[in-house]
């Protein structure tokens, strides 16, 4: 069960984008479309962003999105905005029917 | 108002035992999978455990496999995390999550945590 890989940190200025990638293995990110993105502002409770790949949950703006290759899923937040600012994990299914994190990314708006 | 409230944290000795709860209000408790997710002081988000609306099936993470058990009962709508043999390394705060009903990999609700601290 080791943790999916995620970059410690990304940046971006108010208006670009940034993507952060998700990397597993053929046995959770690769082998199943059950990816899944969270945003997590310190204090605060983990909110549900991108789902199944690239499903957003009702509520979430379309400046969200996510995709996948191979063993590789990606988050791309489109129009950054300082509220953006926030700690993002991607998680995944896996093939021993649990469930993994990734070690989280830091996004910085400059 | 839909919602998760978790209780029950606290400070505890090494190989002493701690009894989560996660009480919901605003939907059917009965209908879902449920989670606990925990997070250690400046680390990320870790599976902890998971538990199917029936709790016919129950998965563990590896890190506490054979200490911790989780239940549930669904006719006092009650979620449970009951911890043993704790270490220092299982200090975090602990949330715990509902499983979204129409995908078996999102965690659509999840409560603000209660932080387990565990040291001598």
């Known amino acids: 069960q080791s943790a999916l890989t995620q970059p410690a940190s990304v940046s971006g200025s108010p208006g670009q984008s940034i993507t952060i990638s998700c990397t597993g293995t053929?046995?959770?990110?690769?082998?199943?479309?059950?990816v899944s993105w969270y945003q997590h502002h310190p204090g605060k409770a983990p909110k549900l962003m991108i789902y199944?790949?690239?499903n957003r949950p009702s509520g979430v703006s379309n400046r969200f999105s996510g995709s996948k290759s191979g063993n590789t899923a990606s988050l791309t937040i489109s129009g950054l905005q300082a509220e953006d600012e926030a700690d993002y994990y991607c998680?995944?299914?896996?093939?021993?029917?649990?469930?993994?994190f990734g070690g989280g990314t830091k996004l910085t708006v400059l | 108002e839909v919602q998760l409230v978790e209780s029950g944290g606290g400070l505890v000795r090494p190989g002493g035992s701690l009894r989560l709860s996660c009480a919901p209000s605003?939907?059917?408790?009965?209908?879902?999978?449920f989670t606990w997710v925990r997070q250690a002081p400046g680390k990320g988000l870790e599976w902890v455990s998971s538990?199917?609306?029936?709790?016919?099936?129950?998965k563990y993470a590896d890190s506490v496999k054979g200490r911790f058990t989780i239940s549930r009962d669904n006719a006092k709508n009650s979620l449970y995390l009951q911890m043993n043999s704790l270490r220092v390394e299982d200090t975090a705060v602990y949330y715990c999550?509902?499983?979204?009903?129409?995908?078996?990999?999102?965690?659509?609700?999840w409560g603000q945590g209660t932080m387990v601290t565990v040291s001598s």
């Open positions: 998680s995944s299914y896996t093939s021993s029917n649990t469930r993994v």
């Open positions: 199944d790949v690239s």
């Open positions: 999550a509902r499983d979204a009903v129409t995908t078996i990999n999102a965690f659509d609700i």
């Open positions: 538990i199917t609306n029936s709790g016919s099936l129950i």
């Open positions: 053929s046995s959770d990110v690769g082998g199943y479309n059950y």
């Open positions: 605003g939907f059917s408790f009965s209908t879902y999978t």
